[in-house]
């Protein structure tokens, strides 16, 4: 083998090698609801509904009440879509 051949050879492994461990090390960001504090007993979500609208989701913990929140865009103001009773949706009926 020629030297040329080699190192041809030798740069495509360290390519290989590097994409390997780039992709290894490279992980997506993990979606997490954050709690406000005891006091509040409170978590809140905020995900895409529809195309380019966003809604705010909240968890009365204590209540057990999921409250649903969209952004309107005429009025630039957060509005209060709708709740579900999370006790009575996750009840077990077996």
């Given amino acids: 083998m ?5 190192l041809a050879l030798l ?5 290989l090698l590097l994409t ?6 490279y992980a997506l960001p993990a979606a997490l609801a954050q709690g406000t504090g005891l006091a509040g ?4 979500v ?3 509904v529809r195309d380019q609208y966003d ?5 009365d913990t ?13 009025s630039k103001r957060l509005k ?10 996750f009840r077990n009926k077996g």
């Fill in 2 to 6: 020629n030297k040329r051949i080699c």
């Fill in 11 to 15: 740069v495509c492994v360290n390519a």
């Fill in 20 to 25: 390997g461990i780039v992709l290894k090390s």
């Fill in 41 to 44: 007993n409170y978590l809140t």
């Fill in 46 to 48: 905020a995900g895409e």
């Fill in 55 to 59: 809604a705010l989701y909240m968890i």
């Fill in 62 to 74: 204590r209540a057990r009440i999921l409250h649903a929140f969209y952004f309107d865009i005429g």
């Fill in 80 to 89: 209060y879509a709708d709740s579900r009773d999370l006790e009575r949706d």
